[in-house]
């Protein structure tokens, strides 16, 4: 058999059970390390991919991973920087903002997701981006409790005094903690049982309900999820920019997220921080080049990035860690036990073409 | 007279090379077989000649090589596919499947008279002809393919499991119009067929492949002999 | 009572700009099995070009022709060069595609002709047309009454011709229709030049009353989109018809509904669909996909 | 920021700020450039940097500190996203001197706390948020061009003074913008028991069409339309929609979309009875076509702002103004520093920018006003416009 | 353990396709059951109807007793029913091991946020899970395959990996669409073997549609006949295959002269 086993340094090197655990330890010591070495402007940048790496993880669960293509992903980061940035101001305390900001996200989530759910296809895209779309006018008519067009301001991320950190360390680090665990949790929620439950609910409906997976549950639960992670980058979106206001959700920003998420690896984890770097840093990127043809700078790159990568950027992980699969198969057994007939027969009468011109005519 | 050429054929799927070796040839007007187990490279070779997997060697058609063509450039030199699995346009009426089989023709009655007569060899379809081919049963879309393929008017017909999912009297009655199109039309056919007493009705002679090569060539009446073939793919 | 009718034709006349762009959604939907976000940024495009031209004083309907053949030309090279990458691939990439070309054709259209307001003439007058106590411009007819045409011809490609036919096939499943012959390829690329030609039309209609700029389409695009899925993806009648009943439901909640008002009438559509495709999901005029198992 | 607990020891040291040297000074702006603010947006960099282009090749700006500087302009894209916003002003913020010109509400907002405890100016933005007044809770703030509350007010006096009945009509954009105006005019008109206003309606930002709007306004039958609106397509169509209606009230447009060839030519303004708009600089088109000060601004603006067109919007020329003051502030600044020009550029009085109109002036000494706070109605007289101190 | 399963009456329409008209009959617990007839006749939709991806126009379906018809699919799998599709339906992306491992969702314990936190509980359950699966695979000779994504194997072998992947449901009732279609002949025997193990070792009842007749007499106790959605005939393979007009509407005259 001409299977090809892939035997290249990059598999075995991560078939190493030492390097194995060696290397989230390194992440964790790097992660640890960063943030007191490195500027404040960058910081900043990286607290905010933080926020926006979270709010597309949230979009990955329900739309890369379960397939309902949602358009109002931002409006659950806005919602929980709304929900946030009001208990701030009314002064309680912050686990009480934040637990907040989860709880009303991923109850609006469920609420929205248990009609939406019942939909498929564009139906749903249509029916989420509604959200931002009808999210803004809302946000402004409940001006009480969100400040209206002139949006909310909250500061209470400094750092506290025993930590004799500065702020942006402080924010960062708070993002790292929260956003690591994030990202710890739902790469585990998408390996095993429910990851399995999405990929076909996703894959196909009729065959996820004849395996006891009902679709509708699971497109709720992915939904609800979804938003409450997205209720959790609006805390951090309130944490890091300290300001929301009706712009925040607007649905341009749905698309962008969107195209983040393809851009970074759609159902990919990994490829949910590259698209939020992603979503960080090329405005950044296009800014600096020139700031009068951001658009023109951003539409580029997004094209340019998709066509070497059409999988997003996670692909290119994935493509240099190729065939780590195959070698696991054990080598030599990834082969179909075929009919024995070669051995019996092959030779007597094989390549002799002129037999069959015998036939009727 | 050949009129298709395979020798040495190659292909793989990425970096997977599939067919390592096959070569067989289908003379005008010839009707041949491929038997091999699930996985010998049967489907492969089809899309290979079909031009829908990159392949390796040679395939001459008419005297022209044809290796590197797109499908639609193979389909229009009058070779038509009936792929494996679900062969339809599934949001298309089954009528509407039934005309973009006949794309490439520009006779506007012998197009109509070939709807009729798929719909007589297919009675299943007639009753369905405004549904949408996905609502079809699993053999009824099957029976839809080979209809397409026939609207074509091909000069040789590929088919890859073309009695899959049909009851046996449908499928005996399809290979028997397909017999008879041979004799009428002139169509070469190459066969791939689980059912091997079904398709020894149909071809002349047959090859039979394991992993990715030709290991054995003959006609029917040889293959049918051999202890080997009889276990493996006839019973009895 | 008048205040009633007028805010009903009020009503058609701006979802006949929602129809214009929508029609042009269905037409690449039909032909390609994709959503183009670009549309309305390809639209703008062409409108442009029109612009540009009449301001170098050649004539509105020659500017428009010209930035037509245009459009049909840049409508097949963006599907050849750019599109013929994503179409086997996944969905989803295909669509973000379209929004990456949106963005750049909108800064594209901001870098040549910046971000200001232009103005572009109208191929009707802005006199009105008085009937039953109610004013419309005939600029307002002249635009239904090209998109009613448009609509009936695209109806007409889709169901009569061999064209619309294969254009469908290939749609549907480029792989299996290439099996019988037909030139994948070139037909998706009649199905975008088509669509761009379509929406240089609908620019051009919608671009005297919305004032021309690159984002000229964004907020319409939506409501076009809202249109096309509750018309049904695949139903020229049906998405004009959608995008009336869209135009004219938004203003009557606005007056009449009192907590929807002005501020929340975007909403309207969204129920609309919401209501409307739980019961039919293919859509008011969609055909309807079956999915067996 | 890291800078934030030690700034007041630095107060009186004289040490340099960021972005400031002996021969050059740098300003941060961030501003829509891309998107559906970026019309007015690109004006306010093309303004401010046709300004300065323009004193940078006569040599510079002289500073209070003896010292000459150039000034460049550094402007980032912020699309009108508050996030956007903020990144770029914690790009920015280490590099220049003080931060200027910027336009939008939120986007300014969602940065001023972090000015604040940065001590980075956010000085002569355009926004008429009265938040950036209020010199105590904005110590690093200060707007530049009037709150809304005061355009409307201006109308309102006018329209209130006139002697005659009126029926007023109501069209307001539904945030802060529109609500502003709005307010302003309802405090001008308050017991005035010549005017009743008879219908108030609002309509998106995001809005295609106000038809609907249009149809229930005319409806009303008012004889004057309070039209709050800052975008000029709607504007426009508002115009042709009341025409075609037969509904030819006295109109009153905003400052930011009364452009004469932007929205009156277009939405065929000659038709009404009268249009009047509020302003305190002047319009390049029309009677004020042949001043020096316009001649000198739009040349400047062609050759240093690279800026072609004529410009629709105003702000290329309050940016110009911005430029101006900032001169005016740089040139009492007796030390390179933040706090110092904060200072600087708080005791300005009656100056009497380029471009501006008579009866208007610069005063940033007033608390709860931005630097300019004076307005003139004017009346629209079928090219350009006309200062009008009655209504009629 | 086995299940028994009846049908009463059974009616169903699709706009006005009559697709089943009183299908009545009965399994009984542990029975190898066929179910043949031509092309469109509707024995897919029969196995909609029982597995509740459709609902039944009229009659009654009742496994165990209890009426099912209207139930959903999902409700019905985790009790015990199990089917495979005509045209398998795999996850092409995903590994054969993760595909079948999909049949064992409803009998992995745990919320979602236990798996989120990768409780010791759901290690354990997904690990032993995981050893069955692959036994699963060995047993039916696919375990070289285990770790391969499905779309790399060849058409004919996705049957056997949905069989593989509703055996780890470990149902009751088995209902079984083509399970020979593109086998060669000698794997239909292997199938053949495979299915009375089934019944004798797992005590499964067992519903097949097949069109191969030799399968079907091989392996059935009983066979419902079924012909433009009615019951035909009712009897063992053997008395099907020699009724006349079972042989006139679906075996056809000359095959049932060659089988002879
Ligand atoms: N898309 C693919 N990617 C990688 N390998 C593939 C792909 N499709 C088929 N193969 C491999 O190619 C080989 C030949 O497959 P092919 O489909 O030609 O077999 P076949 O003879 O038609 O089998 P069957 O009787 O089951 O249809 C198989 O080993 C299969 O695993
Ligand atoms: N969802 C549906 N919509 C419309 N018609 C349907 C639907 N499902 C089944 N049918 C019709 O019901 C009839 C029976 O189909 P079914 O798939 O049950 O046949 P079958 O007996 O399984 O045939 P085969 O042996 O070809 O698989 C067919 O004519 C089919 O077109
Ligand atoms: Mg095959
Ligand atoms: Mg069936």
């Given at each position: 058999m001409a299977r090809a086993v892939d035997t290249s340094p990059s598999s075995s090197l991560r078939q190493n059970p030492w390097l194995r655990r060696a290397v989230p330890l390194l992440v964790v010591v790097v992660l640890a390390v960063l943030p007191l070495v490195l500027t404040e402007n960058t910081n900043d940048t990286l607290a905010r991919i933080g926020v926006f790496a979270v709010a597309v993880l949230g979009l990955n669960v329900v739309m890369g991973y379960t397939g309902q293509v949602s358009l109002g992903q931002i409006f659950f980061v806005g919602l929980g920087a709304y929900v946030t940035g009001y208990g701030v101001q009314q002064g309680w305390n912050v686990v009480l903002a934040f637990l907040a900001a989860c709880l009303a996200a991923a109850v609006a989530g469920l609420v929205v997701a248990l009609a939406a759910a019942r939909l498929g296809g564009l139906a749903i895209a249509m029916v989420t981006i509604a959200l931002p779309i009808v999210g803004v006018p809302l946000a402004k008519r409940l001006s009480d409790v969100t400040g209206g067009s002139q949006g909310l301001s909250a500061r209470f991320a400094e750092a506290p005094e025993a930590t004799g950190l500065y702020d942006d360390q402080w924010v960062l680090y708070v993002v790292l903690v929260i956003g690591g665990a994030v990202f710890l949790l739902t790469r585990a929620l998408v390996r095993g049982k429910y990851g399995r439950a999405f990929a076909i609910v996703k894959g196909n409906e009729a065959v996820a309900s004849s395996m006891g997976i009902s679709p509708y549950r699971y497109k709720v639960l992915a939904f609800t999820i979804a938003s409450l992670i997205g209720g959790i980058s609006g805390f951090l979106y309130m944490f890091v920019i300290q300001y929301t206001s009706p712009e925040t959700m607007s649905f341009g920003h749905s698309i962008e997220l969107l195209a983040a998420m393809v851009i970074g690896g759609a159902g990919s984890i990994i490829g949910s921080l590259l698209g939020g770097a992603y979503y960080v840093l090329v405005p950044e990127l296009t800014n600096q080049v020139d700031s009068s043809l951001t658009a023109l700078l951003q539409g580029v790159i997004l094209l340019a990035v998709l066509f070497v990568l059409p999988g997003g950027l996670a692909s290119l992980l994935r493509r240099l860690t190729r065939g780590r699969r195959r070698s696991g198969a054990g080598s030599g057994a990834a082969a179909p036990p075929t009919t024995p007939l070669s051995t019996a027969v092959s030779g007597t009468s094989a390549e002799e073409p002129g037999k069959e011109r015998q036939g009727h005519a | 007279m050949t009129l298709l050429e395979l020798e040495d054929v190659t292909a793989s799927y990425g970096p997977v090379q599939v067919l390592e070796g096959v070569s067989l040839s289908v003379p005008e007007n010839g009707a041949v077989g491929i038997l091999g187990a699930n996985g010998a490279g049967k489907t492969t070779t089809l899309r290979a000649i079909s031009g829908t997997v990159r392949a390796g060697g040679r395939i001459v058609f008419d005297g022209k090589d044809i290796r590197g063509l797109r499908p639609d450039q193979v389909a229009a030199l009058g070779i038509a596919h009936v792929p494996e699995g679900r062969g339809t346009l599934g949001d298309l009426s089954v009528r509407d499947n039934l005309r973009v089989g006949a794309y490439l023709r520009k006779d506007r009655k012998g197009v109509a008279e070939d709807i009729d007569f798929c719909l007589d060899l297919f009675p299943n379809l007639a009753e369905r002809i405004t549904s949408n081919a996905s609502a079809l049963s699993g053999g009824e879309q099957q029976m839809l393919a080979v209809g397409r393929a026939i609207m074509s008017k091909p000069r040789l017909l590929l088919l890859d499991e073309a009695s899959l999912g049909l009851a046996p009297s449908t499928a005996k009655n399809v290979y028997d119009a397909i017999r008879k199109l041979r004799l009428t039309s002139g169509i070469a056919m190459l066969v791939v067929e689980q059912n091997a007493n079904l398709a020894f009705t149909l071809v002349d002679s047959a090859t039979v492949l394991e992993t990715g090569r030709s290991v054995l060539t003959g006609t029917s009446a040889e293959l049918k002999g051999m202890d080997e073939i009889r276990r493996a793919y006839l019973g009895g | 009572m008048g205040t009633f009718v007028q805010l009903v034709v009020d009503g058609l006349s701006t979802g006949s700009v929602y129809a214009a762009i929508a029609l042009a959604i269905v037409l690449v939907h039909q032909a390609t099995g994709l959503i183009n976000f670009a549309q309305g940024g390809m639209a703008v495009l062409a409108v442009y070009i029109a612009w540009w031209l009449t301001t170098k004083d050649v004539p509105l309907i020659l500017a428009i022709l010209v930035s037509i053949a245009f459009s049909i030309a840049f409508g097949a090279v963006v599907e050849r060069f750019l599109m013929r990458r994503f179409e086997r691939g996944d969905p989803d990439t295909a669509v973000v595609v379209t929004i990456g070309l949106l963005t750049l054709i909108t800064g594209v259209a901001g870098w040549l002709w910046t971000y200001n307001n232009q103005q572009f003439p109208s191929l009707f007058s802005l006199d009105t047309v008085n009937f039953l106590g109610v004013s419309v411009s005939q600029r307002s007819l002249g635009t239904t009454a090209v998109i009613i045409v448009v609509m009936v011809l695209l109806q007409a490609l889709f169901v009569g011709t061999k064209l619309g036919l294969a254009l469908r096939a290939v749609a549907n499943n480029p792989e299996s229709a290439a099996f019988s012959g037909l030139p994948v390829g070139r037909l998706l690329m009649v199905g975008w030049g088509l669509a761009a030609a379509l929406g240089a039309v609908a620019g051009a209609l919608v671009a005297p009353q919305l004032t021309l700029t690159p984002g000229m389409l964004d907020n319409a695009l939506v409501y076009a989109l809202a249109a096309v899925i509750l018309g049904g993806l695949t139903s020229p009648v049906g998405v004009v018809v959608a995008a009336w009943l869209i135009g004219v439901l938004e203003n009557l909640a606005a007056v009449y509904v009192s907590f929807i008002g002005y501020d929340l009438k975007v909403a309207v559509p969204f129920i609309l669909i919401f209501v409307v495709l739980i019961v039919r999901p293919q859509g008011l005029f969609g055909r309807k996909t079956v999915v067996r198992v | 920021g890291r800078e934030g607990g030690d700034g007041g020891d630095r107060g009186s040291g004289g040490e340099a700020s960021p972005g400031i040297t002996d021969d050059s000074v740098t300003l941060g702006i961030s501003t829509p450039l891309s998107g559906a603010t970026a019309g007015p947006g690109t004006c306010t960099v093309a303004g401010i940097t046709a300004y300065f282009g323009m004193k940078n090749a006569e040599g510079g700006v002289e500073f209070g500190d003896g010292k000459t500087r150039t000034v460049e302009i550094e402007a980032l894209d912020d699309t009108y996203d508050p996030q956007q916003a903020k990144a770029n002003y914690d790009q920015l913020k280490d590099d220049v001197f003080a931060m200027t010109a910027g336009l939008g509400t939120p986007t300014n907002r969602a940065w001023r706390d972090a000015a604040i405890a940065d001590e980075v100016p956010q000085a002569l933005i355009m926004t008429g948020d009265p938040l950036f007044s209020d010199p105590e809770e904005s110590p690093w703030q200060l707007g530049f061009v009037p709150i809304y509350q005061n355009e409307g007010e201006a109308f309102g006096e006018l329209l209130a003074s006139s002697g005659q009945q009126h029926r007023v009509a109501i069209l307001s954009q539904n945030d802060d913008y529109g609500e502003g105006y709005v307010e302003g005019f309802k405090s001008a008109v308050e017991g005035a028991d010549n005017i009743e206003i008879v219908e108030e309606l609002t309509y998106e930002a995001t809005d295609t069409s106000v038809d609907a709007q249009m149809t229930e306004l005319a409806a009303s039958d008012a004889d004057v339309m309070f039209n709050a609106m800052s975008l000029v397509p709607l504007a426009v169509s508002a115009l042709q929609k009341a025409q075609q209606l037969n509904w030819t009230p006295s109109w009153f447009l905003p400052s930011n979309t009364s452009s004469p060839g932007g929205v009156l030519t277009p939405g065929g303004a000659t038709a009404f009875p009268g249009v009047y708009s509020v302003a305190f600089s002047k319009a390049p088109a029309g009677p004020a076509a042949g001043d020096p000060d316009v001649v000198e601004y739009l040349a400047a603006l062609k050759q240093y702002g690279d800026y072609q067109d004529p410009p629709a919007f105003p702000h290329c020329q309050w940016s110009w103004m911005v430029g101006a003051t900032l001169e005016q502030a740089f040139g009492e600044m007796t030390e390179p520093t933040r706090e110092n020009f904060m200072e600087a550029l708080r005791g300005i009085s009656g100056f009497e920018a380029p471009l501006m109109l008579p009866d208007t002036s610069v005063d940033t000494?007033?608390?709860?006003?931005?630097?300019?706070s004076t307005v003139v109605v004017q009346k629209y007289n079928g090219k350009g416009y006309d200062t009008v101190t009655t209504f009629e | 353990m086995a299940a028994e399963l009846v049908l009463q009456d059974v009616d169903l329409q699709f706009g006005g396709i009559k697709v089943l008209q009183e299908v009545s009959f009965t399994v009984e617990p542990g029975q190898i059951f066929g179910l043949v007839g031509p092309n469109g006749a509707g024995k897919t939709s029969l196995f909609n109807c029982i597995s509740g991806h459709y609902t039944p126009t009229a009659g009654a379906v009742r496994i165990d007793g209890t009426e099912v018809q209207g139930a959903r699919p999902a409700t019905l799998a985790r009790h015990g029913l199990a089917r495979t599709f005509q045209h398998p339906a795999l996850q092409l992306h995903e590994t054969v091991l993760e595909n079948v491992l999909l049949g064992g969702h409803s009998r992995l314990p745990g919320s979602p946020l236990a798996w989120a936190v990768r409780t010791p509980g759901t290690r354990r359950a997904e690990k032993d899970l995981r050893a069955e699966a692959l036994d699963l695979l060995e047993r039916n000779g696919l375990a070289w395959a285990a770790h391969l994504p499905a779309d790399e194997l060849s058409h004919g072998l996705h049957k056997g990996v949905e069989l593989c992947r509703a055996l780890l449901m470990k149902p009751r009732l088995l209902l079984l669409d083509e399970p020979a279609a593109g086998l060669p002949h000698a794997e239909v025997e292997q199938l053949i073997a495979t299915v009375r193990r089934l019944r004798s070792e797992d005590d499964i009842t067992v519903v097949i549609v097949e069109h191969h007749m030799g399968l079907i007499a091989a392996l059935t106790d009983r066979v419902v006949v079924l012909d433009h959605g009615r019951k035909l005939m009712e009897g063992t393979a053997a008395e099907a295959q020699s009724d006349p007009r079972v042989i006139e509407a679906y075996i056809g005259k000359d095959a049932a002269d060659d089988a002879a």
């Open positions: - | - | - | 000494t007033e608390a709860g006003q931005p630097a300019v | -």
